[in-house]
């Protein structure tokens, strides 16, 4: 199997929305993207399934040893190899990657999400980081489409966190802010329950809110000649779009009601976002996630 294949692989069986938005892309772009996301994958999965912390730690140390050599032409595992080529074609930064590598330590840490700035740091580096290394492949002219990238990174993450929140209570992660948890009167335990309690429900409410003004602040700075090539992006936050909806559609209610959506929906959001993009774009009309 070769690296590219892998990739391929890596980032198709792990069932993400990313895999709906990249099928659109020309075939360099594609493929390095694949490579970045198959990156991701391979750290997130020590994060998630590794359960001893030393071991882990161990893992992770390989992957920041790999984008050293993977940043001098001396890769060893297929996805380093496959970013080595990435990195000879487009402007990718090391320095983003080991970004993404801390997120992946605060959760082995278990690093406590006391305040909004703690949550907005481990976004940043779990998300924002691989959307200013997306950007890169994508392409733009004006340097807001950074704070677009940025913006959108956390909107999604925010996404995530709010339709895992059961799975991630079992891992013993909890990544609402403390401060938040106090004022809505939310427990700990409250988390792991077989549904939502009011309170909880509440406080989901509050940070679907919080997100829904991330992705509106996202797409306002979005530059409008950047706004085709970073169609892809659109895509993405499309799908992410339609699963917080659907946390608003199931009254909040994540632990008894599952917010996934499934790859053909995804596909099928993918492919009307994109003719409705095309159309929208080349008009100068206001761009719609729903």
């Not at 075939?27 to 399934?49: K, S, W």
């Not at 690093?111 to 481990?122: G, N, R």
């Not at 779009?241 to 917010?259: C, E, F, M, P, T």
Request: charged share 25%.
């Amino acid at each position: 199997m070769s690296p590219e294949e892998y990739c391929l692989r890596k980032t198709r069986g792990a069932g993400s929305s990313f895999y709906y938005a990249f099928i659109f892309l020309p075939t360099p772009q594609r493929r390095a993207m694949m490579a970045l996301y198959a990156f991701c994958r391979e750290v997130d999965d020590i994060a998630d399934d590794v359960s001893d912390r030393q071991v882990a730690v161990a893992k992770l140390a390989f992957w920041q040893d790999e984008l050293q050599r993977a940043f001098t032409g001396q890769a060893q595992h297929p996805v380093g190899k496959e970013l080595d080529w990435a990195r000879r074609n487009y402007a990718i930064d090391e320095e983003l990657f080991r970004e993404i590598i801390d997120g992946m330590l605060m959760d082995i840490e278990q690093q406590p999400i006391l305040k909004a700035s703690d949550l907005a740091l481990y976004c940043y580096r779990v998300a924002g980081a691989v959307g200013l290394l997306s950007i890169e492949v994508f392409g733009y002219r004006n340097r807001q489409a950074r704070t677009f990238a940025t913006h959108l990174g956390e909107a999604m993450q925010r996404t995530n966190i709010l339709r895992d929140i059961g799975e991630d209570a079992r891992l013993g992660r909890i990544y609402l802010p403390q401060e938040d948890r106090i004022r809505f009167q939310v427990r700990d335990e409250d988390f792991k329950a077989a549904s939502c309690s009011a309170a909880l429900k509440a406080l989901i409410a509050h940070h679907v809110a919080l997100t829904e003004e991330k992705y509106r602040q996202a797409l306002d700075i979005l530059p409008a000649e950047d706004r085709r090539s970073l169609r892809p992006a659109l895509l993405m936050a499309a799908i992410y779009y339609a699963q917080l909806q659907r946390i608003k559609q199931r009254g909040y209610d994540v632990l008894a009601h599952s917010a996934h959506i499934s790859p053909l929906r995804k596909l099928w959001i993918a492919a009307r976002m994109w003719q409705r993009e095309k159309h929208a774009g080349k008009h100068g009309q206001p761009i719609r996630l729903a």
